[in-house]
């Protein structure tokens, strides 16, 4: 997996959907789904930044962990995740 070529990837989608965004702006729908689409791309960002973080070795295991159960809850806490039960 080439993490620079995925990170690339993924900025290059968010660059094209935030573009696509003011171009759909006065249809709700569409915009909903954009900033939907939005929201995914740039929690895929923070993941694959926080996991190219841990193999350069800038981030400990326990400390990736700690982020992860961070962000988790933030999501949560916004309605982008559901609780676990």
Same mark, same amino acid.
């Given at each position: 997996m080439d993490r620079p070529s995925i990170c690339n990837d993924v900025d290059?989608?968010?660059d094209d959907a935030l573009a696509t965004l003011w171009l759909v702006r006065e249809n709700d729908q569409l915009?909903?789904?954009m900033f939907e689409q939005i929201t995914? +791309? *740039?929690?895929e960002r923070i993941l694959l930044e926080l996991r190219s973080e841990?193999?350069?070795g800038h981030l400990t295991a326990t400390t990736f962990a700690n982020e992860l159960a961070r962000l988790a809850e933030q999501c949560r806490d916004v309605? +982008? *995740?559901?609780?676990?039960?």
């Open positions: 290059q989608e968010l915009a909903g789904r995914d +791309l *740039l929690l841990l193999v350069a309605g +982008l *995740l559901t609780a676990e039960r």
